[in-house]
């Protein structure tokens, strides 16, 4: 493999690397804030679909089901019932209070579900919001941040391609004359370079023996 192929995959791989950590980052961060946003919403509306112009809306993307004690289903509205897990009917027959949230797939659609519990022994509520519309932005986010991804990747790529070139052309420069001067064994063939960087005082070290 020649040199200028190596650092043009080096640079390729290093921008690959960045790219894919700043994109993890980004796409953590939104999905985080997505979720948290969604989860504060369900907390101040209690899953209820409130009055107003958005009524209607809020009908259709929100649940709700209401657990006893013992884990069994007293009241359930909204356009589906949402599965009651273990971990809910234990958070409904804990003493301690708690929230616990999760994203799941009910009847082919993802929701956003909360369980509420409010310690004593009092039973659990689970509120839960229509999650399509947030897995559409993070699916599109995911595609952005991918083509954002390999175009940088291919631009490292061409840079370190070219960098590598205009490096290994002295390079083989240099390697043409040194074969002269072994061939020939004369000492007198000017190498070509110049410059202060390790190529150009490697020419000026052959032009001086």
Known sequence: MSLRTKLAISFAALAAAVAA?????????TNEQLERATDQALLSGGGRPQ??????????RDAITVLSPAGD??????????????????????????????????????YRILT????????????ARDWSEAASVL??????????AIGLTALAAVIGWLLATAISNRL???????????????LDVPVPGGGTD?????????NTM
């Open 116 to 127: 509420v519990a409010p310690g004593q022994s009092r039973g659990a509520v689970l509120v």
């Open 21 to 29: 950590l700043m994109g993890v980052i980004g796409y953590t961060a």
């Open 198 to 206: 390790e190529v150009g005082r490697l020419a000026l070290a052959f």
């Open 73 to 110: 289903v007293v009241r359930s509205d909204g356009v589906v019932q949402l599965p009651v897990t273990d971990d809910d009917r234990t958070a409904a027959a804990s003493d301690q209070p708690s929230v616990e949230a999760r994203t799941q797939t009910v009847d082919g659609t993802p």
């Open 51 to 60: 009055m107003g112009p958005e009524a209607d809306e809020a009908r259709g």
């Open 172 to 186: 083989v420069r240099l390697t043409d004359t040194a074969e002269e001067v072994s061939e020939t064994g004369r």
């Open 139 to 148: 699916r599109r986010l995911a595609g952005v941040l991918t083509v954002c």
